[in-house]
């Protein structure tokens, strides 16, 4: 499922208009973790986009969270985010 939901998760965040998009599942360090048990995974994603200029961190993790909606209720259990701007990478 994991393969599944990395794409749906980046096709979601596409309204972000990203220059960049990483996705990486990390559920595998965390078997037996409660939310693991549950069938949500965990992910790291780094993404650039302009959309996220003039934002703080926490405005640039909810426009995410926003974009990723029903995701992040059951099959996401965790996401670790680097939101970034153009030229701040």
């Known amino acids: 499922m994991s393969a599944e939901t990395i794409e749906l998760l980046r096709q979601r965040l596409t309204v972000l208009q990203p220059q960049s998009v990483s996705i990486?599942?990390?559920?595998?360090?965390?078997?037996?973790?409660?939310?693991?048990?549950?069938?949500?995974?965990?992910?790291?994603?780094?993404?650039?986009?302009?959309?996220f200029a003039g934002k703080?961190?926490?405005?640039?993790?909810?426009?995410?969270?926003?974009?990723a909606g029903d995701l992040m209720r059951g099959r996401i259990h965790a996401l670790s985010i680097r939101a970034e701007v153009p030229g701040e990478v």
């Open 24 to 51: 990486e599942d990390d559920s595998a360090r965390h078997a037996g973790h409660a939310g693991a048990r549950d069938g949500g995974g965990h992910y790291q994603l780094q993404i650039v986009a302009q959309a």
């Open 56 to 67: 703080s961190t926490i405005a640039r993790h909810r426009m995410i969270y926003d974009a």
